[in-house]
């Protein structure tokens, strides 16, 4: 397909000024979070459903591939062009359209910002759960995408436990509601299906998600450890007496020193690990849960205990976990994040295997696990320069993942599959599985033009991961 | 007996054993579907076996039924073709139990009550409280997506499942999400196959995420003079920082009902008298900070709450919750009513339809889910009411943003009604999921949704 005409055609559709064509302006969209690919013919900025609807409907006729996009905060690759194609950034559809306390919904655009929408509904005391650490920059459409995670979501759900309704563009330009502002409507459950369906099922142009009231109170604490293994079974301590806290985080000593370096959140220099607790709720449930933490991690060794005292303090506590991956950049030229997730009780057995994988291809790792949920992000440091290094960051990188899958977990927690791990997908499921997936995805997306080759294995490579740092 | 099951009735066997197979007549008459009876029921012991005898009817061109004990098999529209029933109630073990990562994996056939049962030795469960009470089966109640009034404080089915094996018609048992809490490889099949009513799949498998146990609760009563009252009370406890396990608004009738009087329209009180029960959990401390706020609260409406003793409260919340059944289980009531709604509709729904059965000689016994959204409605009179009386129900949950299903009734009356309501634009789809799941329309062929 020829670019100008695709160009002419986009413009009927919109208005000039939001159709990008020119290479400088089309660099910017070769990459995600993850990695870079190669450039799109063009990006597209729909204002509306309507543009939305129209732009797909041209793409199926000419055949052109459709790569939706938000903030392009993703990790896997899923907001990057493989085949060719445009991208159609949601970025102008950031409307907050309805908020309805009573019913405890809002209605939004997909380009709104995770954090805006929670800003937006602080000052009447309520919350959107789902926090992922770049919640300052991406956007909820992305966040359906992808059923993104965070640190808070160990106690409360992922964004598919808050999001109960969608507007839907389908690849043929057809526009479909799902679901609803309340639970139960009949039929199928279209909407928990869409999201983390990673773009390749229908665009969403609008979504209903749940606002949840702020708790009474919260509070954070630091547990700081001499022994890795002593952070660990803490966790595995907290998860086997019942204790939910709202988040659990872990950094080992590496990781922390760099992070410290980088965002001064006052973590212990010395120190061989620490856990980020928190828990939320009535004042009295809060400050039973916390003396239960305490006891828990001094019972298993833990140096010392903080607990926050103030807004402040706790903000800079999370600060220093939110901003880990930037602060990573002072150690390495660049770093490798995975997204594996085991059960929780092989914590420890994880933890050795990773340092085993550390030696086997000397490339260093930092440690930073949403512990509390098993989901880890093993950060392999390495020089994108040496091709030796970026091989063997690779290898560790799928070793580690295949050992997650060994132990009984997932190959990815929140990051999603996109276009590193799709070839990974035989790991842990059958061609049967992958089949009916097929299939599924066929009801939706028949031509394939909407985001070709993410998720689903391409049955062209055998099982490797893939990225390409530039 | 039909030609076409006498000789799968041998295939069948071939798979399960013969004894394992059966065409007796009083044995099919027990699974029977609004009055349909199949031509022979299979009893099926493995994921395998599963898929194998689904396989095996849609090669044969059969409809397949698949249950367990049955409490939710009145849910649907009237089946268009019912050849062979697939029992599950042989597939009750548990796969796969990690207490300490709070993760089990159980076959459908285990009755719910066992499953918290077997769970209760760690002080653990499913935090669920769904129609049909212990008897509901694992697969059942995620085939119904059974949620009750617990959904407010700990989410429903969908929230709790991890993963699932499902068996297709294809013969294949196919797996989808996992036995991890926090997991994105792939499209998430099992919410598709949550609320699905056994028509898609069948569900071998379910890994569930595990709660501690809430052994402390407290339950208090509030009686408040009007829905206007009990609306501000909904408002009021769900601004505030408390969140109960779960309330919920009884009307009159629903309060005669649980009390032990017969039902019968002039022997249901009228619009009148509402009770509010509220139940939370937490160490004693918690309960008191619930007790003095709740009581606040309810002061301010002029509704003073009252503290009931445990053994008397576990005895509301059983039936309370499994109302749609109970109903029909123990006082004969034949036309129940799910409505489902934005929370703030839900009140207004309960005084609405109280109105407009009354205008039709039909009492009411009502129950809301308050802060989530449902209503649940037995209606009692001398007659079958008119299908009018449906339709205008319906329109009522529609006007207020909602939807309206007949989850029981006569066969008679669902000849002439619309079980589910209408479609949306959103319909076309599910059909051809339909189509990818199930193309010869084996698996409970014409019950769901659109007669799907």
């Known amino acids: 397909m020829a670019t100008d005409s695709l160009v002419r055609d986009l413009t009927r559709i919109t208005a000039p000024d939001r159709v990008l064509s020119s290479p400088e302006d089309l660099m910017l969209y070769e990459y995600d979070a993850l990695s870079s690919r190669q450039a799109p013919q063009a990006v597209v900025f729909p204002e509306s459903t309507q543009e939305v609807a129209a732009i797909v409907k041209l793409a199926a006729r000419l055949g052109v591939p459709v790569v939706a996009r938000g903030a392009g905060t993703g990790l896997s690759g899923g907001a990057v062009v493989t085949e060719g194609g445009l991208v159609l950034s949601l970025a102008r559809m950031k409307k907050i359209l309805e908020i309805d306390f009573e019913n405890l919904r809002a209605r939004v655009q997909p380009g709104v910002v995770n954090l805006d929408l929670t800003l937006a509904v602080a000052d009447q005391g309520y919350c959107y759960v789902p926090d992922p650490s770049s919640q300052k920059a991406c956007?909820?459409?992305?966040?359906?995408?992808?059923?993104?995670?965070?640190?808070?979501t160990l106690c409360s759900g992922v964004t598919t436990n808050h999001v109960l309704g969608l507007e839907v563009v389908l690849p043929d330009g057809g526009v479909i509601r799902t679901g609803g502002k309340y639970w139960d409507r009949p039929g199928y459950d279209l909407t928990g299906l869409l999201v983390g369906s990673e773009g390749t099922l229908g665009i969403v142009t609008e979504i209903i998600v749940r606002l949840t009231r702020r708790p009474d109170d919260v509070k954070t604490l630091l547990a700081i450890y001499d022994r890795v293994a002593d952070a660990t079974a803490t966790v595995a301590a907290v998860t086997a007496r019942g204790i939910t806290p709202a988040a659990l985080e872990m950094m080992d000593g590496f990781t922390l020193r760099a992070i410290e370096a980088a965002t001064h959140a006052g973590y212990p220099l010395d120190s061989a690990a620490v856990l980020l607790l928190e828990v939320e709720g009535l004042k009295e449930e809060v400050?039973?849960?916390?003396?239960?933490?305490?006891?828990?991690?001094?019972?298993?060794?833990?140096?010392?205990?903080?607990?926050?005292?103030?807004?402040?303090?706790?903000?800079?506590?999370?600060?220093?976990?939110?901003?880990?991956?930037?602060?990573?950049?002072?150690?390495?030229?660049?770093?490798?994040?995975?997204?594996?997730?085991?059960?929780?009780?092989?914590?420890?057995?994880?933890?050795?295997?990773?340092?085993?994988?550390?030696?086997?291809?000397?490339q260093r790792v930092g440690n930073i696990f949403h512990a509390g949920d098993g989901n880890l992000h093993p950060l392999i440091m390495f020089d994108a320069r040496n091709p030796e290094e970026q091989r063997r960051t690779l290898l560790a990188a799928e070793a580690i993942i295949t050992k997650c899958v060994e132990l009984g977990g997932s190959i990815t927690g929140e990051h999603g599959v996109g276009i590193e791990k799709n070839e990974l997908m035989p790991l842990t499921f059958s061609e049967d599985d992958l089949g009916l997936m097929r299939r599924i995805k066929a009801v939706f997306n028949p031509q394939g033009t909407l985001n070709p080759g993410k998720v689903l294995p391409s049955g062209k490579m055998c099982g490797e991961l893939r990225i390409q740092v530039s | 007996m039909s030609r076409a099951t006498v000789g799968t009735e041998t295939d069948f066997a071939a798979i399960v054993g013969e004894s394992r197979v059966s065409a007796d007549t009083a044995t099919c008459a027990g699974f029977a579907v609004d009055g349909v009876r199949p031509h022979c029921v299979v009893y099926a012991a493995s994921a395998e076996q599963v898929a194998e005898v689904l396989r095996c009817a849609a090669s044969h061109e059969l409809a397949v039924i698949p249950s367990r004990n049955g409490t939710k098999l009145a849910i649907g529209n009237p089946p268009r073709r019912y050849d062979v029933a697939l029992s599950l109630k042989d597939m009750n073990r548990v796969w796969y139990y990690e207490p300490d990562d709070l993760v089990v994996s159980v076959e459908p056939g285990m009755k719910f009550g066992d499953l918290q049962h077997f769970l209760g030795r760690h002080n653990l469960w499913v935090p669920l409280d769904p129609a049909g009470g212990e008897r509901a089966s694992v697969g059942g109640l995620l085939a119904a997506n059974?949620?009750?009034?617990?959904?407010?404080?700990?989410?429903?089915?969908r929230d709790m499942v991890l993963g699932m094996k499902i068996a297709t018609v294809d013969g294949k048992v196919?797996?989808?999400?996992?036995?991890?809490?926090?997991?994105?490889?792939?499209?998430?099949?099992?919410?598709?196959?949550?609320?699905?009513?056994?028509?898609?799949?069948?569900?071998v498998e379910a890994t569930f995420k595990l709660y501690p146990r809430v052994v402390e609760r407290a339950t208090w009563l509030v009686e408040p003079a009007s829905l206007a009252t009990t609306r501000s009370l909904r408002r009021d406890i769900l601004r505030s920082p408390l969140r109960p396990l779960r309330m919920t608004l009884l009307n009159a009738g629903a309060q005669a009902l649980l009390k032990g009087e017969e039902p019968g329209p002039d022997r249901l009180p009228g619009a009148a008298g509402f009770q509010v029960w509220i139940e939370a959990g937490g160490s004693e401390r918690v309960i008191a900070r619930y007790s003095s706020e709740l009581g606040a609260l309810g002061a301010k409406l002029g509704a003073p709450l009252r503290r009931i003793e445990d053994d008397i409260a576990a005895k509301i919340w059983e039936p309370i919750a499994d109302f749609g059944v109970w109903l029909t289980r123990e006082k004969q009531v034949p036309v129940i009513l799910r409505a489902a709604m934005p929370i703030a509709a839900a009140e207004e729904f309960l005084e609405r339809a109280e109105r407009e059965a009354q205008t039709e000689n039909c009492a009411v016994a009502g129950i809301v889910q308050l802060g989530v959204g449902v209503v649940e409605l037995g209606l009692v009179s001398d007659r079958d009411p008119r299908p009018e009386l449906i339709a205008s129900l319906r329109h009522s949950a529609t006007s207020l943003g909602g939807n309206l299903a007949v989850t029981r009734c006569p066969a008679e009356l669902k000849a002439q009604i619309e079980v589910w309501g209408p479609p949306g634009d959103d319909f076309e789809v599910m059909r051809k999921l339909k189509a990818a799941w199930d193309p010869r329309n084996t698996l409970s062929p014409g019950r769901f949704f659109g007669g799907v």
């Open chain 1, 287 to 362: 400050d039973e849960a916390a003396l239960a933490l305490d006891t828990v991690a001094r019972e298993n060794h833990a140096r010392e205990v903080r607990t926050a005292r103030t807004a402040e303090e706790r903000d800079l506590l999370w600060r220093g976990r939110k901003n880990a991956f930037g602060a990573m950049g002072r150690l390495s030229p660049n770093f490798y994040v995975q997204d594996g997730v085991i059960p929780r009780t092989r914590l420890v057995e994880m933890l050795d295997y990773i340092g085993e994988v550390e030696q086997r291809f000397g």
């Open chain 2, 174 to 203: 196919v797996k989808t999400g996992g036995r991890v809490v926090k997991n994105v490889a792939g499209y998430d099949l099992a919410k598709l196959l949550i609320g699905s009513y056994g028509t898609l799949g069948v569900i």
């Open chain 2, 146 to 157: 059974a949620a009750g009034p617990l959904r407010l404080h700990f989410g429903g089915p």
């Open chain 1, 139 to 152: 956007t909820l459409g992305g966040n359906v995408a992808e059923n993104s995670g965070g640190p808070h």
